[in-house]
């Protein structure tokens, strides 16, 4: 069993695992450790559940068998089971795009109640997609998205309309030539889900190409589609200050956290926590107090500064301060384990998709059709729960941290407009060529129970900013780096010295001592975020993606979702960290296609798009070669080292 300080650097997460086993109750760390016998087979990637003749499982000493009963060899079974791995990432951004989807759809032809909130990203999508917006109402316009947007479930032939609106054409030429470009996004998931199943495809490089379809349908229909139509539905994120950590929530109020992903749901939890705040009140208490876990926390700090309680490894920690009286969950990154500890307590588990239920768990229907409904039934829940707290029990961590959060690309070019009003990203260049930004990292990805919680993360993004590198973050890592004041002007004390006086520059401009050094640019999805601010200084200096100076990064890496996006950004060009082994290990050619340079090993990544995966379980070592690669790309861009 390791030491609550082993297993996170949050002290109030410590304090809440003290807690927690004092009063017999089990967190994932628990279990983590419990878990921490893995099969050998499994974590190299070949094992085969994939029919009834097996498993199967290859040796990886040589001394057992080579094959499948079916006679699959490791090769396939690796990329196989890769496949499987993105695939289910994918599917469950693009359901997250098509949610969003059907809510603006519902919503500007009266049956949901929703707002446009950004009419001129609307506006902008409408004419990217070719829509003549000419004698259109506002909500005409936004049907008219909607309809594009729903075609990429359902076209039969040619390419999501996503991708052709937000890709590079010059990378566009690049995934035609290789036949991997995606048709609808529906079809490349069942189709990937065929190819991969008993008897379909063996070969192990078509199989990695159609990885790549996966991870591009995860690119647009999932990022991509779910963060612009969730901007036109309620706002593009700006400047916004907020507070992080278990110190967030409150003892005097009525706590509601709001976990997984789509804010569709979380937004309506917000308002209809602030409509009943005379009942909290009523109650005694102080108001009502909506706090946020994972991305649907990152989803409503963005754009309505939301406090954040914590990430993913910690997400069974604020019920433990007993002081959590329901907790809104939708999907995606929900621990089962959730209803376990809140049965320990007073809180209230309310699951809200028909498709994602936890027995013990309290199911109130979200659509959004009855969005209202629900929401009120959800807060009036927490209400009622409050009543049957037991204050004996309640003990709330006191540390917590401010920081900035709502950089958009809008929040970004209107903010160095004020430097450059014709060419806002003239002076951010600058900076990247005279080296003050040496590069630009995206931090991404998740926490992981069997890692100890934010170390990873903080620790790459600390040592990178010390050498002038710009961090743009999302996810959970970005939850990690908020917690740790690197999301905060404070942050700058951990820079070198070119990258401090350009945050101190930017800071000037909105009346701060200096901008963070690690910018929160949102969600899971809103790695669409980070491709469009790539895209935008790419395109500025007349290159691809692929040359820049950055890369991104994922040191505490769980979920699927994480390594379909990290496949995203290698078709980009974008080299790719991992701090945690995925599956592949057992297939030569599979981890060599992903991890060796260009001539190294034949076909790879690298050679195709530029790219690569790099992974590394020490922090240093890892944000050294990410130096060591962003250096690389600088010197070919004819920059200085
Ligand atoms: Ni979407 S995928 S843990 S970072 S919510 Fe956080 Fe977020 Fe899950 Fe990984
Ligand atoms: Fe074994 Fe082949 Fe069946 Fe997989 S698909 S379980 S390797 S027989």
């Keep these: 069993m390791r030491k609550p300080e082993e297993r996170t650097i949050d002290y109030g997460v410590q304090e809440m695992l003290v807690k ?63 496949l499987a791995t993105v695939v289910e990432g994918a599917a469950s951004h693009a359901e997250h795009g098509r949610e969003v989807v059907l809510t603006l759809l519902k919503a500007v032809r009266g049956q949901a109640p929703y707002k446009i909130a950004d009419e001129e990203k609307l506006y902008s999508l409408a004419s990217g997609l070719g829509i003549d917006t000419d004698g259109l109402t506002v909500n005409q316009v936004a049907e008219q998205v909607a309809l594009k947007a729903l075609e990429d479930f359902q076209k039969q032939e040619g390419v999501l309309n996503w991708l052709k609106l937000k890709a590079q054409d010059k990378t566009v ?38 990885i790549l379809t ?70 005694g208490a102080k108001g009502i107090n909506v706090v946020g876990v994972c991305c649907s926390g990152n989803e409503v700090l963005m754009r309505r500064g939301i406090p954040v309680a914590t990430n993913f490894a910690s997400q069974e920690l604020p019920i433990v301060t007993g002081a959590v009286d329901a907790a809104v969950v939708d999907a995606q990154c929900i621990m089962p384990g959730l209803t376990k500890v809140a049965g320990c307590y007073h809180t209230a588990v309310i699951t ?44 709330i961590p006191e540390d917590k941290i401010e920081v900035y959060a709502g950089f958009s690309t809008k929040q970004i070019t209107g903010l160095l407009q004020k430097l450059n009003k014709e060419r806002p990203l003239q002076p951010l260049v600058e900076a990247m060529e005279k080296g003050d930004i040496y590069g630009i990292v995206a931090l991404v990805g ?37 917690k740790f004041g690197l999301m905060s002007p404070q942050g700058v004390e951990y820079c070198g010295s070119g990258l401090r006086r350009v945050m101190e520059t930017l800071g000037g401009l909105v009346d701060l001592p200096a901008l963070p050094p690690a910018w929160h640019m949102g969600s899971c999805v809103d790695n669409s975020r980070i491709d469009e601010l790539l895209i935008a200084v790419a395109d ?58 260009a001539g190294e090993y034949g076909l790879t990544m690298e050679e195709l798009f530029g790219g690569k995966l790099i992974v590394e379980e020490d922090p240093v070592l890892a944000a050294q070669k990410l130096l060591e690669r962003i250096n690389r790309k600088r010197k070919a861009l004819g920059l200085s080292a």
């Excluded at 976990?259 to 308002?271: A, F, W, Y």
């Excluded at 979200?366 to 929401?375: G, I, K, L, T, V």
């Excluded at 890692?451 to 990690?480: F, P």
Aim: net charge neutral; aromatic share 6%.
């Design 20 to 82: 927690a086993r004092e009063e017999g109750i089990e967190t994932a760390f628990d279990r983590a450790d419990a878990a921490n016998n893995r099969c050998k087979f499994g974590m190299e990637g070949v094992c085969c559940k994939g029919c009834l003749e097996g498993p199967c499982r290859i040796s990886l000493n040589g001394k057992g068998p080579a094959l499948g009963v079916c006679g699959a060899d490791a090769d396939s079974i690796v990329a196989r089971n890769l």
């Design 540 to 597: 500025y200096l007349g290159v691809e993606v692929s040359r820049l100076p950055v890369a991104a990064s994922s040191p505490e890496t769980h979920h699927p979702k994480a390594i379909a996006i990290g496949s995203y950004f290698l078709t980009q060009g974008v080299d790719v960290h991992v701090g945690v082994k995925p599956p592949v290990g057992g297939s030569e050619l599979v981890s060599k296609a992903l991890t060796a340079g």
């Design 446 to 482: 998740c926490t992981n129970p069997r890692t100890k919680q934010d170390w990873a993360n903080t620790e790459v993004a600390k040592y990178l900013m010390r050498n002038n590198v710009l961090i743009v973050g999302t996810g959970c890592a970005a939850h990690s780096l908020a």
């Design 214 to 283: 996966v991870a591009l349908v995860d690119g647009y229909s999932g990022l991509h589609m779910s963060t612009d139509l969730q901007d036109v539905l309620f706002g593009s994120p700006q400047l916004v200050r907020s507070e992080y950590k278990l110190g967030v929530i409150k003892r005097e109020y009525v706590n509601i956290m709001v976990h997984g992903h789509v804010p569709v749901l979380s937004e309506k939890v917000v308002e209809w926590a602030q409509k009943l705040h005379g009942e909290a009140l009523q109650l």
């Design 352 to 395: 809200t998709m028909p498709y994602v239920k936890i027995p013990g768990a309290i199911h109130i229907e979200f659509n959004p059709r009855a969005a209202d409904d629900a929401a009120e039934k959800i807060v009036r829940l927490a209400l009622d729960r409050y009543q049957q707290r037991d204050e004996a029990r309640i003990r």
């Design 173 to 210: 030429a690049k995934w035609e030539k290789l036949g991997i470009l995606p048709v609808n996004a529906h079809l490349e998931i069942a189709k990937a889900v065929k190819r991969q199943a008993m008897g379909c495809d063996a070969d192990p490089v078509n199989l990695l190409k159609g």
